[in-house]
């Protein structure tokens, strides 16, 4: 069980343009998502945590204009990289946890998604 | 702002040995601990955590010690094998979801 989808596994998108990744808990219904993005030998920086239902929450220096993120279901958050340039390549992942209210619940991760802008 | 390091960026083992991944956190804080292990160009995937008011717990093959006086904590691998060969993050959750990752340490499982 708890099992997270995360769409695409890897994109080429030119310069200026957006992107959209997906991301889906497949069993369990995700109250709450994060999203990290990962420079190659680094560690993973969180980026926002996104609630269903309402307005993410972004991490200081992240640009919320930039990183549009949508959670409208349970199953279902979406970061958008909007004009997108070479300096946002990196791996993106996202995390899931049916937890609320501030309880650990344990998190489960995506595959990540390699974005490389040309 | 607070952080989680490690102290060893990389560290190779003799296959058939135990590895013993050590980390440095700050924030006393934090509720519960997480060790993950990440293969390249996947996901992290949990390997075992902690609540902070334990000082040990056990998995397969996996032990985890929590020290909250030097604000220790470490992951060790027993009889470690090649397919352990990957980076090692622990993290820490301080409740409001946040997890927290630390810089990473590369295990090499040499056959």
């Known amino acids: 069980g708890a099992v997270v989808s995360q769409h695409p596994s890897r994109v080429i998108c030119k310069s200026g343009t957006s992107v959209k990744i997906e991301c889906r808990s497949l069993?369990?219904?995700?109250?709450?998502m994060f999203w990290y993005r990962q420079f190659p030998k680094q560690s993973l920086m969180l980026m926002a945590t996104?609630?269903?239902?309402?307005?993410?929450?972004?991490e200081q220096g992240v640009e919320k204009d930039k990183f549009l993120i949508n959670h409208a279901s349970l199953t279902l958050s979406t970061l958008t990289v909007t004009s997108a340039h070479p300096e946002d390549s990196s791996f993106y992942i996202c995390?899931?946890?049916?937890?609320?209210?501030?309880?650990?619940?344990?998190?489960?991760f995506g595959s990540g998604t390699r974005l490389t802008v040309v | 702002g607070e952080n989680v390091g490690l102290h060893l960026p990389t560290l190779s083992v003799q296959e058939g040995d135990n590895s013993i991944i050590n980390c440095a956190y700050s924030?006393?804080?934090?509720?519960?601990f997480i060790w993950y292990k990440q293969e390249s160009g996947k996901g992290p995937q949990f390997i075992i955590d902690?609540?902070?008011?334990?000082d040990k717990r056990q998995g397969q093959r996996v032990t985890v010690l929590l020290n909250k006086t030097v604000k220790h904590l470490s992951l060790q691998i027993a009889a470690t094998q090649p397919g352990d060969s990957a980076v090692y993050f622990c993290?820490?959750?301080?409740?409001?979801?946040?997890?927290?990752f630390g810089a990473g340490t590369r295990l090499f499982v040499k056959a």
């Open positions: 995390s899931a946890t049916p937890g609320q209210g501030g309880v650990y619940y344990g998190y489960t």
């Open positions: 069993d369990f219904q995700a109250t709450t």
């Open positions: 996104s609630n269903e239902g309402s307005k993410a929450t972004y």
């Open positions: 924030n006393s804080a934090s509720d519960y």
């Open positions: 902690i609540r902070s008011n334990m």
């Open positions: 993290a820490e959750n301080t409740g409001g979801f946040k997890t927290i």
